[in-house]
């Protein structure tokens, strides 16, 4: 058997087996649970014939289209499907269904997750997408939930869902890349990370001799906008301002890619590494919040911002597409380059 079975917190995924004829028919004959899918309701010849191709199918090798019955671990009672088809070399297509009885509980997203883990992990493919009718909110809403971005609608390119007067229904396609679910993984890791924070720090002596930082603002968090709380600093040279650092306090999906630490030097005081020395001073507010691993990001065209990062020995993680939802795409950039530096390594 080529498809093998996959497991998720609460659902065991397997291949389909002829036994499964009367559960598999609960849902797919009927109107409500079938009304966005291309086939059904289903009459009982319909779903004998389903299993028994969704069995041939996994027993291909190489296999194109990974199929699988939904059970419940808890109770062993089969609750739907979900599929991915092998599309070209490297991409896949996703779909999903569940039993009506078990909408809105999550298990279309977990199951989702677990297939882009199949196609991304265990089969390498670079690319992998999902369509459905725009009226579908309950499977796009899992395409979002699973990190697929929406890529384009489609007007009237499918035939209507069962409960419209129209002859054609409008669809929706998401797709997420190899390198974006990498990225959620990363994101999902460092917000695993543990953060202190009861109150802002008062450090005294944030200085090296040559430059010296001085604290002249601390922001709060602001929580409808997941914003963490800030420090400002200047960075002085002989008393006077030579350019400012920033350090956010916390990990969360936005700092990924907008980092912990944002500097700046001014135009007259650049060229003297005040950017890394000045991250280096910051090591002990850092720490203070214990916090260990921090994030730099940079646009990839901003080669002293790069240069910095270098010399502080931040490893380069990798090159991330910008998601919509974030600020700096809504400033017109698409790509930053994120750098992870330890602290402790200092
Ligand atoms: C699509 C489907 C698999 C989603 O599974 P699910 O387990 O209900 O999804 P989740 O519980 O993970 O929830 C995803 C979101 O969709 C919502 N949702 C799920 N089913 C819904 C429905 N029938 N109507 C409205 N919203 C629904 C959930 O409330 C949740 O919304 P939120 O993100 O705003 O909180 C399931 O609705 C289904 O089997 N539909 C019929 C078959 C189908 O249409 N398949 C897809 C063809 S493209």
Wanted: hydrophobic share 35%; with cysteine; aromatic share 12%.
């Amino acid at each position: 058997m080529v498809v093998k079975t996959l497991e998720t917190e609460r659902l065991i995924l397997r291949p389909f087996e002829e036994t499964d004829f009367e559960a598999v028919h609960s849902y797919a004959s009927d109107a409500e649970n079938t009304r966005f899918m291309e086939w059904g309701p289903n009459d009982e010849s319909d779903t004998r014939n389903f299993i028994a191709e969704a069995i041939a199918r996994s027993r291909e090798n190489p296999c194109r289209n990974y199929q699988y019955a939904a059970v419940l671990k808890s109770t062993q009672k089969l609750i739907g499907a979900c599929n991915l088809i092998r599309r070209g070399d490297d991409q896949g297509e996703l779909g999903w269904i569940l039993h009506k009885n078990y909408w809105k509980q999550g298990f279309g997203t977990e199951m989702g997750r677990r297939l882009l883990e199949l196609g991304f992990d265990e089969l390498g493919l670079r690319r992998i997408f999902a369509r459905c009718d725009t009226e579908n909110y309950g499977s796009y809403r899992v395409m979002e939930r699973i990190g697929m971005r929406r890529e384009g609608c489609f007007v009237e390119a499918r035939p209507a869902h069962k409960l419209s007067d129209k002859k054609y229904g409008d669809e929706y396609l998401y797709a997420i890349l190899k390198d974006e679910w990498e990225v959620l993984r990363e994101i999902q890791y460092y917000n695993s990370l543990p953060v202190v924070f009861e109150d802002f720090v008062d450090i005294p002596g944030l200085t090296d001799g040559e430059i010296e930082l001085h604290c002249v603002a601390k922001n709060p968090a602001i929580p409808e906008k997941k914003w963490v709380p800030a420090y400002v600093f200047e960075i002085r040279r002989n008393c006077i301002r030579a350019g400012e650092i920033n350090f956010r306090v916390g990990y969360t999906d936005g700092l990924y890619y907008g980092g912990h630490i944002g500097y700046g030097v001014d135009e007259p005081h650049r060229g003297h590494g005040y950017a890394e020395k000045a991250c280096r001073l910051l090591a002990p507010v850092i720490r203070a919040h214990g916090m260990i691993k921090v994030l730099i990001t940079n646009d990839p065209g901003n080669t002293a911002s790069r240069r910095t990062c270098e010399k502080l020995g931040a490893k380069f993680i990798r090159k991330a597409r910008l998601p919509e939802w974030h600020d700096l795409y809504k400033e017109g950039m698409r790509f930053v380059n994120v750098f992870e530096w330890n602290v402790d390594n200092d």
